[in-house]
């Protein structure tokens, strides 16, 4: 990213990326599950790191993100509190159930995503705007947690992951289909 900027991105993959981190870690916390907290205690501290970075290099007049970067950091404010409220004043079943049912949510939000510059991709007939790394690393988590959540038979995990895993392959789909300018797009680290 020598240019500073993170051009047409849309800022909604990074910011449901750390509301769903956190609330997947308190889910896994509450479930005794190290397996589901730990990966996602670092998923969080990335989700952290990109949208500082994002929000750092984005231009104030951004339209694409969709919204402000304001917007995203309150109602990703608002969902880590909610989380942490139910989490420590809930019993650990009816937490674990209700922050479950609102991670999938979440979850399916996060990886569906990028499909917000599905209009731009279209118009322009260039895919730069779906982050391709972002893309990769969803199919691969998602194949994975997929896998974790049926041998699990646990609902909350594999169902927002199948679907997430559908929404990454048809945006690879459509990276292939219309190319992509920037295929080493990245934020900075």
């Known amino acids: 990213m020598s240019e500073k900027s993170v051009g047409r991105l849309p800022l909604l993959p990074y910011s449901s990326m750390c509301v769903n981190a956190f609330m997947w870690m308190t889910y896994g916390i ?7 907290w730990a990966p996602n205690l670092l998923g969080l501290v990335c989700g952290l790191n990109y949208f500082y970075q994002f929000q750092k290099h984005c231009l104030k007049s951004a339209t694409n ?7 995203h950091f309150n109602y990703s404010a608002l969902f880590i509190t909610f989380t942490t409220l139910a989490a420590t004043t809930l019993n650990n079943q009816l937490a674990a159930t209700l922050i479950g049912r609102i991670a999938v949510v979440i979850c399916i939000i996060l990886f569906s995503s990028p499909l917000a510059a599905l209009k731009t991709v279209v118009e322009t007939k260039n895919a730069k705007s779906i982050p391709l790394p972002f893309t990769l690393t969803c199919i691969l988590n998602c194949f994975l ?4 959540g049926f041998d699990l038979g646990d609902f909350n995990i ?3 992951n199948l679907l997430g895993l559908i929404s990454s392959l048809a945006q690879l789909g459509l990276i292939l289909f219309y190319g992509n300018d920037n295929a080493v797009q990245q934020l900075p680290l």
Request: aromatic share 20%; proline share 10%; glycine share 4%.
């Open 30 to 36: 509450l479930k005794k599950d190290s397996k589901v």
């Open 65 to 71: 993100l969709p919204g402000t970067v304001s917007q």
């Open 145 to 148: 947690w997929t896998t974790y």
């Open 158 to 160: 594999y169902f927002p």
